[in-house]
């Protein structure tokens, strides 16, 4: 996914974070710089891919599960805000733009639409939909006249969206027409989120706290958090509370020191490993679809990835070499 600049910020100005967070911030400074990116993106996403599992384990109905995840999310948001400023959160940090709110919004959407598709399809079919997210960024943001979008990119695109549709010509096996269809306008509302975040200055924790907070509320009138056992409430406490905010916390800060390029090829080992999880916890293995579509897909957009940044190395080269004539 394209992230870079501002983008991954937590306050508004670039403040510096102080505190055992500026600390750790110092050591880590030492490392160079592409170690440092693949070091947050790699941990954050091996955090991240065991979401589709946690999911799975929990034994809770949709609206509970979305209301844990927002409840508990919000906190642990906070305390990681809380934790980077060094203790002190300015006022103008929840002072949110139209931007940043619209990005809450779609986050929500993308959370419903996650949960509905692992609970109601093959995992692997799931994640190889939300997989196709960027190839259907690059549409919309040529549709609204965001960028130029290379030739490799359309290609790319077009190979990706085949290999969706493929999926839904081919009615899902170990799945549902719901999830399948839940996990595509997912793989929308990411792909709006990131035209929008390209388009403005969106500082993601913040939105993604309110986003959380957005989905809290929605799914509380379809919850029943008081009946919920002591281990899925400890499982939800768990995966909310450390596992979302810390993930996401690290891939979001990983783009300060790596390419768009190398960053969307990171990523996608949440789609390999989220159904290797369930695969080994549950014995539920992927089915034949999900094989065939992943590779489909994921390839694509691996390659498509590789030649992006072998472009942006020519780029850089051509560039120095004219500045040193």
């Not at 050591?27 to 160079?32: I, K, N, V």
């Not at 509970?64 to 906070?78: E, N, Q």
């Not at 939300?130 to 190839?135: E, V």
């Not at 400890?234 to 979302?244: M, S």
Request: charged share 15%; net charge positive.
């Amino acid at each position: 996914m394209p992230l870079k600049g501002r983008t991954a910020g937590w306050t508004r100005g670039g403040h510096r974070p102080t505190g055992p967070a500026g600390r750790a911030g110092a050591a880590a400074s030492r490392l160079p710089d592409g170690t440092k990116g693949l070091l947050l993106v790699g941990t954050g996403v091996l955090l991240l891919s065991p979401d589709a599992l946690v999911i799975r384990l929990l034994d809770l109905d949709a609206g509970t599960l979305l209301f844990f995840r927002g409840a508990f999310s919000v906190v642990g948001y906070l305390a990681i805000l809380q934790l980077l400023s060094g203790g002190a959160l300015r006022a103008r940090t929840w002072a949110l733009s139209r931007s940043e709110l619209l990005v809450g919004c779609l986050f929500v959407i993308a959370n419903v639409f996650f949960v509905l598709a692992i609970q109601n399809s093959n995992a692997a079919l799931a994640l190889v939909i939300f997989a196709s997210a960027p190839a259907i960024t690059t549409l919309i943001g040529r549709a609204v006249g965001f960028e130029r979008v290379p030739r490799r990119t359309w290609i790319a695109s077009t190979i990706v969206l085949a290999g969706v549709a493929a999926i839904f010509l081919t009615e899902p096996r170990g799945g549902s027409w719901l999830g399948a269809a839940a996990a595509l306008g997912g793989s929308l509302a990411l792909a709006t989120t990131l035209v929008v975040r390209r388009a403005g200055d969106v500082r993601v924790l913040p939105s993604q706290a309110a986003g959380a907070l957005f989905t809290g509320i929605v799914a509380l009138p379809f919850a029943s958090p008081l009946a919920t056992s002591g281990e899925d409430l400890r499982l939800a406490l768990f995966a909310g509370l450390l596992l979302l905010p810390v993930a996401t916390a690290m891939i979001m800060h990983g783009p300060r020191y790596l390419t768009a390029p190398e960053v969307s090829l990171l990523l996608l080992l949440e789609s390999i490993l989220g159904p290797l999880w369930i695969w080994i916890a549950l014995g539920d293995p992927p089915t034949e679809q999900a094989v065939l579509a992943g590779a489909l897909i994921l390839g694509t957009l691996a390659t498509h990835s590789v030649l992006a940044e072998r472009a942006l190395r020519r780029g850089r080269g051509a560039t120095s070499a004219s500045s040193l004539g």
